[in-house]
Nanobody, 127 residues
Framework: QVQLVESGGGLVQPGGSLRLSCTASGNIFSINTMGWYRQAPGKQRELVAIMPSIGISRYGNSMTGRFTISRDDAKNTTYLQMNSLKPEDTAVYYC?????????????????????WGKGTLVTVSS
């Protein structure tokens, strides 16, 4: 089993910065894409940023230039640096990982890739 745990949320004033972290643990063979999504009250969950193991990161429309995603594969951790925060950035931020596990199944090693989610961390931008 795999777990994702976010940290770093909290209350920040408009214009301020926060850095979120998400660490994956458990039966991890490899981590493909890691990313962040958010959900504000009364709204659908939306993409914040995703970062593949190889390739170009992608950001949600209102995050480009203000948010930066990074990852440390040695620590199975992804980070989200958020700058110039606005009240509309207030939301629960969820970490997502497409993770491959290696499991012994009926005497054979097999690989399973699944999406895992953290429980979320609340970011509140308010004066």
């Amino acid at each position: 089993q795999v777990q994702l745990v976010e940290s770093g949320g909290g209350l920040v004033q408009p214009g301020g910065s926060l850095r979120l972290s998400c660490t994956a643990s458990g039966n991890i063979f490899s981590i493909n894409t890691m990313g962040w999504y958010r959900q504000a009250p009364g709204k659908q969950r939306e993409l914040v940023a995703i970062m593949p193991s190889i390739g170009i990161s992608r950001y949600g429309n209102s995050m480009t230039g203000r948010f930066t995603i990074s990852r440390d594969d040695a620590k199975n951790t992804t980070y989200l640096q958020m700058n110039s925060l606005k009240p509309e950035d207030t939301a629960v931020y969820y970490c997502n990982g497409r993770i491959t596990e290696k499991k012994l199944t009926f005497g054979q090693w097999k690989y399973y890739s699944m999406d895992y989610w953290g429980k979320g961390t609340l970011v509140t931008v308010s004066s």
